[in-house]
């Protein structure tokens, strides 16, 4: 019963609506079927993108302020392992949600037959932002690496306040 009070519910709720968010984004975004298309005229996915990132970019904030403390804590109750631990463990997370964003990448690439410069692309005349591409933009990889940076960022700073006050 202790754990579940110490974990903080605005924090997790915020979480959960970014995850929501992201399946939001992919919901609305089309996805290309050789010999079909759609007119071009509507991107109902930016519709929901750009209050999507405003919220990734506060929870990412958030997360920098709530790990940094959160290992300030803990050093002082554990010592540094767990420091090293976290640390070690963002940094996996950033390496592999990188690896994970650029397959999604090459396989939107494959299956649009080419990006925005390609003639014989699907999106050729539509530019970066259409409605086959929202979720290059805002994705379950670039959550997780927004929240693996800011944990590590957050690191960083506990570490910084930690040696200046030695």
Same mark, same amino acid.
Request: aromatic residues 16%; contains cysteine.
């Given at each position: 019963?202790?754990?579940?009070?110490?974990?903080?519910?605005?924090?997790? /709720?915020?979480?959960?609506?970014?995850?929501?968010?992201?399946?939001?984004?992919?919901?609305?975004?089309?996805?290309?079927?050789?010999?079909?298309?759609?007119?071009?005229?509507?991107?109902?996915?930016? =519709? !929901?993108?750009?209050?999507?990132?405003?919220?990734?970019?506060?929870?990412?904030?958030?997360?920098?302020?709530?790990?940094?403390?959160? %290992?300030?804590?803990? +050093?002082?109750?554990?010592?540094?392992?767990?420091?090293?631990?976290?640390?070690?463990?963002?940094?996996?997370?950033?390496?592999?949600?990188?690896? =994970?964003?650029?397959?999604?990448?090459?396989?939107? +690439?494959?299956?649009?037959?080419?990006?925005?410069?390609?003639?014989?692309?699907?999106?050729? +005349?539509?530019?970066?932002?259409?409605?086959?591409?929202?979720?290059?933009?805002?994705?379950?990889?670039?959550?997780?690496?927004?929240?693996?940076?800011?944990? %590590? /960022?957050?690191? =960083?700073?506990?570490? +910084? !306040?930690?040696?200046?006050?030695?």
């Amino acid at each position: 019963m202790n754990r579940i009070k110490r974990v903080n519910k605005p924090y997790f /709720i915020f979480l959960l609506w970014n995850v929501l968010m992201v399946f939001v984004v992919q919901g609305l975004t089309f996805h290309h079927e050789p010999g079909k298309g759609v007119s071009g005229n509507g991107n109902p996915g930016v =519709l !929901v993108l750009f209050p999507s990132l405003l919220t990734f970019v506060i929870l990412c904030i958030w997360t920098v302020s709530l790990s940094k403390w959160w %290992l300030y804590d803990q +050093r002082q109750y554990r010592g540094g392992k767990v420091y090293i631990m976290v640390l070690l463990f963002a940094i996996l997370l950033c390496v592999l949600s990188v690896f =994970l964003e650029l397959q999604m990448i090459e396989n939107l +690439r494959i299956k649009l037959h080419g990006f925005t410069s390609d003639p014989d692309s699907a999106v050729y +005349r539509f530019g970066w932002l259409n409605q086959y591409t929202n979720t290059l933009f805002y994705n379950l990889p670039i959550l997780l690496f927004g929240l693996s940076f800011s944990t %590590l /960022i957050g690191c =960083l700073m506990e570490r +910084r !306040v930690h040696s200046s006050n030695q």
